[in-house]
Structures are given as C-alpha cells and as structure tokens.
C-alpha cells in the first residue's frame, strides 16, 4: 500500500465531517453568509502567505532537483492565489485591508512552519499535503452537488475543482509518497501522525471561520 492511500485512510473519517460541516453545505448551496465568507477570504488570505513560507523553506530542504521546482513553485503559487483572491473579492465584497489572524488561523500556520523548520522533510512535506488534498476533494464534492449556475461562490468553487488545481494536488501527494518510499519506519509513521494532525486544523479552519472566532481578550 502506498503511503498516501495509509493517510487517507487515517483521515477519512475526519473529511467526511469537513464536507458535512455547515460552511461547506451553505458554501455549495449558495446560502452561506456573505459575512462569514469574507471572513473566511481574509483569513485564507493570511494563511496561504504563511503557507507560502512554509512551502518554500521545504523546497530548499529537499534534495531532488524536480521536488525542489515543484514546491518553489508550489510556494509562488499559494502567493499569487492569495492575490487573485483578493482581487476578485474585495472590491465586491468588501475585503479588509489589515487582517487579524485568529487564535486558529495562527495555530495552524505556526503548525506547518514550525514543521517545516524543525521537522524531518519528509514530515514537513505530509504536514501541508491536507492543504492541497483536501481542498480538491471538498472542491469536487462541492462541485458535484451544486445547484444551477447562479451560487454567489461559483468561483471559489470552480477554482478548487478545475484542473490547474488537480494536477497540482496530483504532483504533491506523488512527491510525498516518494519521500516516503524511501524513509524509514517510524519517519513514515511521523508523515501520518503530521498529515492527520494538519486534516483536523483544516476542519477547525473551516469552524473557525463559520463561527467568525474571535480573541477573547
């Protein structure tokens, strides 16, 4: 069994509650908040310019010469999505300019950079897989069950469902079940306790923002 059909496994049941969760139900019917979509859209805002960080400090740990242009440009990439994003949404939804990272948004991107920094690659390349994997399954669920033409999150939607996005995903989880391949036991045990620790700060991602988390203090 490869190594990235090990993870899923792990983590199926927790994506079977992220597409359950009222965010992604409202997200693919069209209801959901415009509120709590903007506030979602700033917050991904911040936490794909951490991800970019994160995914750049991987590819300059990595040794082949392709998985280190993939993930360089894995890294430009979470940059230029999170301007696209931006310049598609502000002005018709009234994006902010400064963004406050919430107690989960920070939790999160701390957890991939410190991975990033601190962890073996081959674990710090499983901590930022859910980023990509999970966001094209949810896209393509949400894809698959939307109704008409007219929900207001068509683009998020096709953005994540369409085949730029998967044949980055498809890259991702085929590098990190090469690193896999070669390393050790308990380093390939660490890869699933990071993949599935990052699976569930994705579902929290998704609460937070359904919530509109504040600080408490």
């Not at 209801?31 to 991800?51: G, I, M, N, R």
């Not at 993939?70 to 902010?96: D, K, M, Q, W």
């Not at 957890?111 to 896209?139: D, H, M, R, S, T």
């Not at 050790?184 to 599935?196: H, L, N, P, S, V």
């Amino acid at each position: 069994m490869k190594w990235s059909d090990q993870a899923w496994e792990t983590v199926n049941s927790v994506y079977e509650q992220i597409i359950a969760m009222p965010f992604n139900q409202e997200l693919s019917d069209g209801t959901l908040s415009p509120d709590k979509f903007v506030f979602y859209l700033a917050q991904d805002a911040f936490y794909l310019l951490e991800f970019g960080k994160a995914l750049s400090a991987i590819s300059s740990r990595l040794k082949s010469a392709d998985q280190v242009l993939a993930f360089a440009n894995f890294s430009s990439g979470a940059i230029l999505a999170e301007r696209a994003l931006h310049e598609s949404y502000f002005v018709e939804l009234g994006l902010p300019h400064e963004i406050v990272a919430t107690p989960t948004t920070l939790l999160y991107t701390n957890y991939l950079l410190n991975q990033a920094a601190y962890a073996n690659v081959e674990v710090a390349a499983a901590a930022v897989l859910p980023c990509f994997w999970i966001y094209k399954k949810v896209g393509d669920y949400i894809f698959s069950i939307q109704k008409g033409s007219n929900n207001p999150y068509k683009r998020w939607i096709d953005m994540y469902a369409g085949e730029a996005f998967a044949k980055s995903v498809k890259l991702a989880i085929d590098i990190t079940d090469e690193l896999a391949e070669k390393a050790g036991k308990q380093t390939r045990i660490d890869m699933i306790t990071a993949f599935e620790q990052a699976t569930k700060l994705e579902w929290m991602f998704w609460d937070s923002a359904y919530n509109l988390e504040k600080w408490k203090i």
